[in-house]
Nanobody
Framework: QVQLVESGGGLVQAGDSLRLSCAASGRTFSNYHMGWLRQAPGKGREFVAAITWSGGSTYYADSVKGRFTISRNNAKNTVYLQMSSLKPEDTAVYYC?????????????????WGQGTQVTVSS
């Protein structure tokens, strides 16, 4: 089992920055590729970004490319999502997730483990 707890969400204005964190516990964090996904009200789940277990490769949705950066610190069992130039359409509940398959992780599939989510609201 891997337990994931997100933090760092909140209410910000358009153009602001925000950093989300996801702390992992349980099985070896460095065995898992990690992803961030989001779900806006009334919409389906959307892939945001993913990072390999080593941190050597990342992958982003076109909608966030150039604005969001995913990173991880395996010594701290934590993955981050740095969000810049936020837009109202970025408003959603953001989830971190873990999986051992990179192909699944980068396509935003049904990850093995999920956090409970953190709300990000961007006002115009």
């Amino acid at each position: 089992q891997v337990q994931l707890v997100e933090s760092g969400g909140g209410l910000v204005q358009a153009g602001d920055s925000l950093r989300l964190s996801c702390a992992a516990s349980g099985r070896t964090f460095s065995n898992y590729h990690m992803g961030w996904l989001r779900q806006a009200p009334g919409k389906g789940r959307e892939f945001v970004a993913a990072i390999t277990w080593s941190g050597g490769s990342t992958y982003y949705a076109d909608s966030v490319k150039g604005r969001f950066t995913i990173s991880r610190n395996n010594a701290k069992n934590t993955v981050y999502l740095q969000m810049s130039s936020l837009k109202p359409e970025d408003t959603a509940v953001y989830y971190c997730a873990a999986d051992r398959s990179w192909s699944l992780a980068r396509r935003g599939g049904d990850y093995e483990y999920w956090g409970q989510g953190t709300q990000v609201t961007v006002s115009s």
